[in-house]
């Protein structure tokens, strides 16, 4: 009798552990509620910029509009903290019933997020949009995965030299016109000013280096078959590698401090006086103007290799996407529209400086606003883009360039060796 | 000296008190019942989490899986295979347990001199280092990497400054930055170690001191030959924890070498977890890095407590 209990006991003890084991796998959400409802509240996710006040009277605008014209619709934006956005992104993807049905996202993560299955194909939608066809190809690259658009292009952000006009009158300097000239530029303006790097560079500023490897005819990576190949360590981008790295040292910008740095420390750098020239975004403008640069400098577009040529610069910028988990599809693709529409970018434009992703209201703006026009002629002159894939983002956190050039810079490694492991953990993201 | 520097063993138990029929002998049970809530929140708190981690350890499991883009897989031992064959992984491991080592012996050291000398100084003095310590000791460990960036920064620290080094970059070498991280690290926990051995000092009889002041012992020699020895347990336990808080220091690297220093080069275990798991959501490889560093940490554990007992001490 006693035995018997207490076999039972341990049977029953045993059994709970196995259904406990059992119900215990690490959770994944579902496919979500494919409801298409016409009324009810919208939500809306949008990064929270530096001064932020004139985004919100903009989009509020519009979302005031979009609830005259639908019944029983509410707009609700929320604007969140762009340092924690990837947390908060993914705790979306991951929790659809708090999700909101349209965010605001950086380029570089569409095919992340869609390879997590959180952004909605919207290919017919943004097919038949009239507007779209004015919509510039690299943007559409941008929002584009395997042929399939996810989302609607809010704004380009594009880089190209800053550089102090009361520096390069005292040297009596010539505006460069190649990178070569770039290089004998910053250092003759290093070895008359020892306080001041000639061109500020990080070792950890990734797209502030690009340009130089795509100047040179080189390639991040290429498409064949299906699948990404990196090619970041053929004999063109070696050039444009070993052009960018050559920066670094006592003549321009010393490696014990540039190295680390990245695309805001020399932003930085060159806003506090500290920098001859600067590789620096059209959104950088309000941190120089803050700065003792303030009034005393000009941007050309970054030169080419060739004279005459423009170096192909990233064209980075963020997106607005509806979600596969939203249960007001309809609604949700014709708030994107008006969202990211032209209407709305020319009044970001005015108001935050945003570029335009339709070359026709780019084109314009250019014309209103002198200060954009190098960098409308830069992304005229065409631009690049990241290697469209999940494996980017992992590239991307695993530091896997920053590394390459910091490796370099420092030093340590030669710039076959460096780009040679560089192209291996590349193919290695790609692979997965 | 002639001082007894083992414990007595103590004697062993009468074979006779087991026999005794006591009332909880009838129902074996009975002791786990009792025990029964304290287990369920154990097990709660500590196995299931472990649970977890070896689980998540052996799937494929990224954010498209996570947000249900992609089916969740088992992958048996792939991760750990795919970790073992990163030879960044065995640079980031041998990294860690030198840069550990360093910290434990610095933290120990400190800790045990400046025990000693509050046991030598008089009160207000006391009263000074004590207070100092303390509050590097609850200085939040982000703060404090931050402060010391600062001292140490190439342009306008004091440090530099008042060494002479001029705009010598602390970061940028790969020693000096771990050289840096290190008396951070050494500075937030040798309190712990200061205060505890203190207590335990105090708690050493008077006259055993004077015996060993009485028969001309140096300060050196009465610390290892009197001291030591009756202090081996509490010294035991301030090295195993500084061992397993070493072992894993996150925040003073991820702080003051920018998420692990120039290329990479000042990346420990737990910083090189962090960004396999979440920077690049590989959830999967990550709790496979999470269970080789509990395995690590449980055998240094293991080893301890097997030389413990060898020696007769019981922790």
């Avoid at chain 1, 190295?259 to 805001?264: D, F, K, P, S, T």
């Avoid at chain 2, 029964?36 to 472990?50: F, I, R």
């Avoid at chain 2, 008089?122 to 939040?140: C, E, F, I, N």
């Avoid at chain 2, 015996?211 to 009197?226: E, I, P, Y």
């Amino acid at each position: 009798m006693k035995l018997a209990v207490r076999t039972a006991a341990s049977l029953a003890a045993i059994a709970m552990a196995g259904t406990l084991l059992g119900g215990c796998a690490p959770s994944a959400s579902g496919g979500g509620t494919q409801k298409d409802e016409k009324s009810g509240t919208l939500r809306v996710w949008l990064f929270r910029e530096v001064g932020n006040k004139p985004k919100e009277r903009v989009v509020d605008g519009v979302a005031r509009r979009f609830e005259k014209r639908h019944d029983g619709v509410r707009v609700d934006v929320r604007y969140i903290p762009v340092d924690s956005r990837a947390e908060k992104i993914k705790g979306a993807f991951n929790d659809p019933a708090s999700a909101p049905d349209l965010i605001e996202y950086g380029n570089t993560d569409t095919a992340g997020y869609v390879e997590n299955g959180g952004l909605a194909d919207v290919s017919g939608e943004f097919g038949e949009w009239r507007q779209a066809r004015d919509t510039d190809p690299t943007a559409k690259e941008s929002v584009t995965v395997d042929g399939k658009v996810y989302g609607a292009p809010l704004f380009v952000g594009v880089r190209a030299l800053y550089y102090r006009t009361d520096v390069f009158d005292d040297l009596g300097l010539e505006v460069p016109r190649t990178l070569g000239e770039v290089a004998a530029a910053a250092r003759r303006i290093r070895a008359e000013n020892p306080d001041m790097y000639g061109l500020a560079v990080g070792g950890a500023y990734t797209y502030g280096a690009m340009p130089f490897i795509w100047a040179h005819g080189g390639k991040l990576a290429e498409r064949g078959g299906g699948r990404y190949r990196a090619t970041i360590d053929s004999a063109r981008a070696k050039k444009g590698i070993a052009a960018y790295t050559r920066l670094f040292g006592d003549g321009n910008c010393p490696a014990a401090k540039c190295a680390a740095m990245g695309g805001n420390d020399t932003v930085e750098a060159f806003a506090a006086g500290r920098a001859g020239m600067a590789v620096a975004g059209d959104f950088n403008r309000k941190a120089v103007d803050a700065g003792e640069a303030e009034g005393d400098y000009d941007v050309v577009p970054l030169p080419g290799a060739e004279r005459g040529s423009i170096a192909p610069a990233f064209a980075g910028g963020n997106n607005i996407g509806v979600l596969k988990s939203s249960s007001h599809r309809t609604l949700a693709v014709r708030l994107m529209r008006e969202l990211a529409g032209k209407e709305t970018q020319k009044q970001l434009f005015d108001a935050m400086g945003f570029l335009p992703t339709f070359t026709d209201v780019r084109r314009q703006a250019a014309k209103d606003e002198p200060f954009v026009e190098p960098f409308v002629k830069t992304l005229d002159a065409g631009t690049e883009f990241v290697p469209a894939t999940p494996g980017w983002a992992e590239i991307d956190a695993g530091l896997v360039l920053p590394s390459m050039f910091q490796q370099i810079a420092g030093g340590k490694r030669g710039v076959g060796a460096a780009a040679r492991e560089a192209a291996e953990k590349m193919d290695e993201a790609f692979a997965e | 000296m002639s001082l007894p520097l083992s414990a007595p063993r103590p004697a062993p138990a009468e074979p006779a008190r087991r026999r005794v029929n006591s009332p909880v002998r009838q129902g074996s049970w009975t002791p786990w019942l009792y025990l029964a809530p304290a287990l369920t929140v154990l097990a709660g708190l500590l196995v299931y989490p472990v649970y977890q981690l070896g689980l998540i350890s052996l799937l494929q499991y990224t954010q498209a899986q996570v947000s249900g883009g992609e089916p969740v897989t088992f992958q048996g031992l792939g991760n750990y295979a795919g970790l073992f064959s990163d030879r960044q992984f065995w640079e980031v491991l041998s990294a860690t347990v030198l840069f550990a080592a360093a910290c434990v012996l610095g933290t120990l050291t400190v800790g045990c001199a400046l025990a000693v000398l509050l046991t030598r100084v008089r009160a207000v003095p006391r009263l000074a280092l004590m207070l100092s310590a303390l509050g590097a000791w609850a200085t939040p460990a982000v703060t404090g990497s931050t402060v010391w960036v600062f001292l140490f920064d190439p342009d306008s620290g004091p440090v530099n400054r008042v060494l002479g080094l001029g705009d010598f970059s602390w970061t940028y070498g790969r020693m000096s930055a771990f050289t840096l991280v290190l008396l951070e690290v050494v500075w937030c926990s040798f309190p712990l170690v200061m205060v505890t051995v203190y207590a335990g000092i105090r708690a050493v009889p008077a006259e055993v001191l004077e015996a060993a002041a009485l028969d001309g012992a140096s300060q050196w020699r009465t610390w290892r030959s009197v001291l030591t020895p009756m202090l081996r347990p509490i010294l035991l336990v301030v090295t195993i924890q500084s061992v397993i808080w070493d072992f894993k220091v996150f925040t003073q690297i991820y702080v003051m070498t920018d998420g692990g220093g120039i290329a990479g080069q000042n990346l420990v275990l737990n910083v090189y977890a962090y960004q396999k798991a979440f920077a690049s959501s590989q959830y999967g490889l990550g709790a496979a890095i999470g269970v080789v560093m509990l395995l690590i940490l449980l055998g240094v554990t293991l080893v301890y407590l097997r030389l413990l007992r060898r020696k007769g001490e019981v922790l």
